[in-house]
């Protein structure tokens, strides 16, 4: 059996909170979004024939704190998504970072999801909103990034929007 050797390290003295990963078509680069525990995100890309370098480590933004996050990469326009949930403060709101390297942009409410939900039947009810879990993907039939969203509550929503008019919507699954 072969052993991996460590092609480098990334010493973050301050913790590791999340990683969220995600790969790029059009340049056929392999990206890590690393979140430390005071909310600092950093990129690190590399090609998938080689290893990772310490040089390709970037400086996104900052959330404080963090509850989750994911990352996307959408093959229709070449953009990359970092999404974040806080965990105080505006809970129930997800966040996006939308990149081509090496322009970022400042971060973007993408949605707050509802505190309450009308049923049938019913005239509504409160629940927390406090966001646990977040996964991401791209869908080319529909080209529109979808963001499953898992509550404290229970509740399990597929957030999507199209990249191209930012049009957001969402859905209790």
Same mark, same amino acid.
């Given at each position: 059996m072969a052993r991996m050797q460590p092609s480098w390290n990334l010493s973050i003295l301050e913790g590791i909170f999340g990683v969220a990963r995600y790969s790029t078509d059009n340049d056929r680069m392999q990206h890590a979004i690393i979140a430390t525990k005071k909310g600092? &995100?950093? *990129?690190? @890309?590399?090609?998938?024939?080689t290893f990772p370098s310490t040089s390709s480590l =970037? +400086? &996104?933004?900052q959330f404080k704190p963090l509850s989750c996050l994911a990352g996307v990469y959408s093959c229709d326009d070449g953009y990359q998504h970092? =999404?974040? #949930?806080?965990? /105080? *403060? /505006? %809970?129930?709101?997800?966040? /996006?970072? #939308?990149? +081509? @390297? $090496? @322009? &970022? !942009?400042? $971060?973007?409410l993408l949605v707050r999801l509802p505190a309450a939900v009308q049923r049938v039947g019913m005239a509504g009810f409160l629940f927390n909103a406090k966001i646990t879990s977040l996964s991401g993907f791209f869908? &080319?039939?529909? !080209?529109? %990034?979808? =963001?499953? !969203? %898992?509550? /404290?509550s229970g509740c399990v929503y597929d957030v999507n929007y199209n990249n191209k008019n930012h049009r957001v919507h969402q859905r209790i699954i």
């Open positions: 600092r &995100l950093y *990129g690190v @890309q590399w090609d998938i024939r =970037i +400086k &996104l933004c970092v =999404i974040v #949930a806080r965990s /105080e *403060g /505006e %809970s129930g709101s997800l966040f /996006e970072i #939308a990149f +081509k @390297q $090496p @322009q &970022l !942009t400042e $971060p973007r869908s &080319l039939d529909d !080209t529109s %990034s979808h =963001i499953i !969203t %898992s509550l /404290e």
